[in-house]
């Protein structure tokens, strides 16, 4: 069975500029999460999304926005871009009950010249 | 709010010694908890968990007790290998608030031949 997958696996923008990353989760899972992983730390919550509505979203601002689609595959938007954004941004995705485990994917690596 | 704070790394050990990772938390009720591996280039993978106190997580020759009264989820592993070398992420999800989760900063761990 596929695991979690993300794309693309590399992005190189400019700042100001706006990235849509893309995540398609396991199959059967209907949560989607999103976490950003600075160089060196451990990942920040972004957004959870189960059945298509948000469940939760971290202390990120407003330029950060996602959605779930009815086939529970997941987008998030960063607007705006900053040097601070660059990360490893990672989707998990789960059956969405409390306690289900998440299960990760290897992240799309997002460089801000 | 909930926190997650684990031994600052690198550990470096040699094959066959014993491992311990100190991972405590900070949460309100009865959180869920996690260890994940991060290999190098890859998103995270799940390692083990513990849903309630005293629980035991068990895989790969790994283990960590639900420790409720030190509020603690210490990583053990009796005899590493090469291969384990990795950065380990302790996290937490609450019990009542779906399961987004909150990470240790990470801990990198070494194991030389």
């Known amino acids: 069975d596929a695991g979690v997958t993300q794309s693309p696996t590399h992005l190189i923008k400019t700042r100001g500029q706006h990235v849509t990353l893309r995540c398609s989760p396991i199959?059967?899972?209907?949560?989607v999460s999103w976490y950003q992983q600075v160089l060196g730390q451990g990942p920040q919550f972004i957004f959870q999304y189960y059945e298509k509505e948000e469940r939760g979203r971290g202390n990120f601002p407003d330029r950060f926005s996602a959605r779930q689609f009815p086939n529970y595959s997941s987008e998030l938007n960063v607007n705006a871009l900053l040097l601070g954004d660059s990360a490893l941004y990672l989707c998990?995705?789960?059956?969405?009950?409390?306690?289900?485990?998440?299960?990760f994917g290897d992240g799309t690596r997002l460089s801000i010249l | 709010g909930n926190s997650v704070t684990q031994m600052e790394g690198p550990v470096t050990l040699s094959e066959e010694a014993f491992l311990t990772i100190n991972c405590t938390y900070t949460?309100?009720?009865?959180?869920?908890l996690f260890w994940y591996v991060q290999y190098p280039g890859e998103g995270l993978q799940l390692l083990l968990k513990?849903?309630?106190?005293?629980d035991k997580g068990s895989n790969k020759g790994f283990e960590a007790t639900y420790r409720k009264e030190t509020t603690s989820f210490h990583l053990e592993k009796g005899s590493v290998q090469v291969s384990d070398s990795a950065v380990y992420f302790c996290?937490?999800?609450?019990?009542?608030?779906?399961?987004?989760?909150?990470f240790g900063g990470g801990t990198r761990l070494m194991v030389k031949p």
């Open positions: 996290a937490l999800t609450p019990n009542n608030a779906g399961n987004m989760l909150t």
């Open positions: 513990a849903t309630k106190a005293d």
């Open positions: 199959s059967g899972h209907k949560s």
């Open positions: 998990a995705s789960s059956f969405g009950g409390n306690n289900q485990p998440q299960h």
């Open positions: 949460a309100t009720g009865y959180p869920s």
